[in-house]
Structure formats: C-alpha cells, structure tokens
Nanobody, 115 residues
Framework: QVQLVESGGGLVQAGGSLRLSCAAS????????MGWYRQAPGKQRELVAG???????NYADSVKGRFTISRDNAKNTVYLQMNSLAPEDTSVYYC?????????WGQGTQVTVSS
C-alpha cells in the first residue's frame, strides 16, 4: 500500500504561481512513477505531468513551459511548480503513484486561478 498526501493548493490571480507537494509513505520502494492529474467539473481527469523513478518527465501540451515536476527522494516527495497560471488551470489536482500496476491517489487539492 502507498499513501499520498497533497498540499499547496489555493487561490491565485492569473499570472501567479503555486507549488503543490505530494508526500508518499508506505511501500514507497515499489513506486515506479508518480504524477499529477487534474479534473475540472464536468471534465475527465487528465494527466498534467509525470516523473519516473529514473527521473524522466513528461507534460501535457497545455502546461509545457509553465509547469515543472520534480522529486526529492530523501523526502519521498514530488512537487509541481506551476507558473504563469491561467483561469483554465482551475481544477482539483490529484497526486498519483503507480506501484506494481496499481494506481494510488491522493485526496486532491483545489487550485483556483482568478482572472
């Protein structure tokens, strides 16, 4: 089992920045990749950014150049630095960890960008 706890969401004006954190605990040595997803009301959950255990990253086209995913292995924590935020980034952001073909999810954190 893997437990994920997110933090860092909130309300920000357009053009501002936020940093999300996701702390993993439990069977962390089984995690092969982690990522951030988001889901807006009435929309499907979508991948925002991912990072493998080897450090390879991938991003949704809509956030490339604005968001950066990183990890601190010593703290078992993954971060999502979000810059140049826009109203369309408003969503609930979920941390995800994949371990042995099982997906684990955090509780979600709300990000609201005002225009």
């Amino acid at each position: 089992q893997v437990q994920l706890v997110e933090s860092g969401g909130g309300l920000v004006q357009a053009g501002g920045s936020l940093r999300l954190s996701c702390a993993a605990s439990g069977n962390i040595f089984s995690i092969s990749a982690m990522g951030w997803y988001r889901q807006a009301p009435g929309k499907q959950r979508e991948l925002v950014a991912g990072i493998t255990s080897g450090g390879r990253t991938n991003y949704a086209d809509s956030v490339k150049g604005r968001f950066t995913i990183s990890r601190d292995n010593a703290k078992n924590t993954v971060y999502l630095q979000m810059n140049s935020l826009a109203p369309e980034d408003t969503s609930v952001y979920y941390c995800n960890a994949r371990a042995w073909s099982t997906d684990y999810w955090g509780q979600g954190t709300q990000v609201t960008v005002s225009s």
